[in-house]
C-alpha cells in the first residue's frame, strides 16, 4: 500500500469497533418511524380478534341456504342487523338470517356470510339466489392473520410504514427504538459564504454542509448544520465546543490536508485525533477521534465535495446506522456489467461517480473531486478495487447504488 496509507477498510473497523449503539427507550409509533425496533415484540391480541364477515351480506347457516340458486331461491326472515362497532345482536337462531357488515362480529349460530350481490337485499325477508360454495365463505376467522403471543416484529426491523400499522394493530402504543443521533455539520474556510449572500472575486458558496446535512436527513438522523468557520484554530474550537452540548456525532469538512491553513487538523491533533491518509480516491486525507467531555466522536472529511461525499458513505454512514442499530452497518455494493473501460491508480480503491440502470453501470464526468455537477448526476459509485489498474468493457464490477 503506497506511502503505508490506511486500507478503506482497516480504518472503517477501528470506527465501528469505537462506537457503541446510543441506549434505546420506548418511543411513540410515529416517533420511531425510520428507525430500527430495539426489542423484539410479541402480539397482545389475535388478528382478527374475533370472528368477522368479510363482506356487506347477510350472516346465516351454511345449512339454510347450501341449496340456493336463481331457480329455487332460499327465503330466510331478517332478524337483526350487525354493524362493525355496533354489535347489538350476539346469537342468531337456525331457519333465519342478519344483515352484516364488514368487519363486524359474527353472531353465535351463523357461520358463512352471504354478499348482498347474492340476493335481493331484502329488509324484513331475504332472497338467497346462490348458494355458497362451503362452510365459513367469506368469514375471517380469529386469529387467522396473528395469534396472540406471536412474534410480530423483531429487533432490529426498520419500522416502515407497514411495520408501525402492525404495532398499532396488535395494540402498541410505543416501541423500543434508540433515537436518532444529533450530528453537528461544521464547514471550514475562510473563502466559503452561505448562498444567496455576494462572492468575491476569491471566495465560493458553502455547497458541503448542505450536502452534508442533507446526507444525515436521509440517513434518519437530526443534522445541525452550523455552518462556516474561519480558517482560525481558536474560532474553530470555539464553535465546535459551543456545539458539543447537542451532539452525538460531529462533522467537519475542509483543513484536514497538508497545507497551511489545515485548521481542523491544528486545532484537533493536540486533542488527539488521528489523521492521515486512506488508500482511497476521492477522500484520500481523513480524520477520526474524540472530543470534548463527552468524548463525542468527530469525523473531519477533505473539503472537496466529492471527496466529503463519498467519505460520508464509507466512513459516516455505517457510524451513525450503528448508532442507530440498523443492520447492516456497511452498505453492501451489487455486482453490474460496466459499459465503458476504466483505468484506476494502483494501490487506492476508487469510487467513480456513475449511472446504474439495475444490470449495467456507466461512468459519470471526470475524476475531479471538485465536481459536484457530476455527483449530482450520478446515482451510484463504481467501486474499483486497490489492486485492479483498469477495467474493460463488459466486466463485472461492485457497484454501490446512492438512493437505496
Known amino acids: 500500500m503506497p506511502n503505508s496509507l490506511t486500507s478503506v477498510d482497516d480504518l472503517r473497523d477501528r ?6 449503539p446510543l441506549p434505546a427507550y420506548p418511543q411513540q409509533l410515529m416517533d420511531a418511524f425510520g428507525l430500527a425496533s430495539a426489542e423484539d415484540v410479541h402480539a397482545d391480541v389475535s388478528l382478527p380478534g374475533f370472528d368477522n364477515s368479510s363482506h356487506d351480506g347477510y350472516a346465516v347457516r351454511f345449512e339454510d341456504v347450501a341449496t340456493a340458486t336463481e331457480q329455487r331461491p332460499v327465503h330466510l326472515p331478517v ?11 350476539l346469537a342468531l337462531s337456525p331457519g333465519t338470517s342478519a344483515k352484516i357488515m364488514t368487519g363486524a362480529p359474527m353472531p353465535t349460530g351463523a357461520d358463512t356470510v352471504v354478499p348482498y350481490e347474492w340476493t335481493d337485499r331484502g329488509v324484513a325477508r331475504v332472497v338467497i339466489t346462490r348458494a355458497p360454495s362451503d362452510r365459513g365463505e367469506h368469514v375471517r376467522l380469529l386469529g387467522d392473520d396473528v395469534r396472540q403471543g406471536d412474534l410480530v416484529l423483531s429487533e432490529g426491523a426498520i419500522l416502515g410504514p407497514r411495520q408501525l400499522g402492525l404495532l398499532a ?3 402498541r402504543a410505543t416501541v423500543a427504538t434508540r ?10 474556510g475562510s473563502e466559503l459564504r452561505e448562498p444567496g449572500q455576494p462572492l468575491g472575486h476569491d471566495s465560493i458558496y458553502d455547497g458541503n454542509s448542505y450536502l452534508l446535512a442533507a446526507a444525515v436527513r436521509r440517513a434518519g438522523a437530526i443534522a445541525y448544520r452550523v455552518g462556516i468557520v474561519p480558517d482560525e484554530p481558536a474560532k474553530f474550537l470555539e464553535a465546535l465546543n459551543d456545539q458539543l452540548v447537542r451532539a452525538d456525532l460531529v462533522i467537519t469538512s475542509g483543513g484536514v490536508s497538508q497545507g497551511d491553513f489545515d485548521v481542523v487538523k491544528e486545532a484537533l491533533r493536540p486533542e488527539g485525533v488521528w489523521f492521515g491518509g486512506v488508500a482511497m480516491q476521492p477522500g484520500k486525507p481523513q480524520g477520526y477521534g474524540r472530543v470534548g467531555e463527552d468524548r463525542i466522536p468527530i469525523f473531519t472529511l477533505p473539503g472537496n465535495p466529492v471527496s466529503a461525499y463519498v467519505s460520508f458513505r464509507v466512513f459516516v454512514l455505517p457510524a451513525l446506522r450503528r448508532l442507530m442499530g440498523m443492520r447492516p452497518e456497511v452498505a453492501p455494493t451489487v455486482s453490474a456489467r460496466l459499459t465503458h473501460a476504466v483505468t484506476s491508480r494502483p494501490g487506492l480503491r476508487q469510487f467513480l461517480r456513475a449511472e446504474y440502470d439495475g444490470s449495467s453501470v456507466s461512468p459519470v464526468g471526470g475524476p475531479g473531486s471538485h465536481l459536484i455537477g457530476d455527483l449530482a448526476q450520478a446515482n451510484a459509485l463504481l467501486v474499483v478495487p486497490e489492486e485492479t489498474t483498469g477495467l474493460e468493457a463488459g466486466a463485472t464490477v461492485d457497484v454501490l447504488p446512492l438512493d437505496d
Open 15 to 20: 470506527i465501528l469497533g469505537d462506537i457503541e
Open 179 to 188: 433515537p436518532r443521533p444529533r450530528v453537528v455539520i461544521l464547514s471550514t
Open 79 to 89: 332478524v337483526g342487523e350487525i354493524a362493525a362497532g355496533q354489535a347489538g345482536l
Open 169 to 171: 394493530a396488535v395494540g
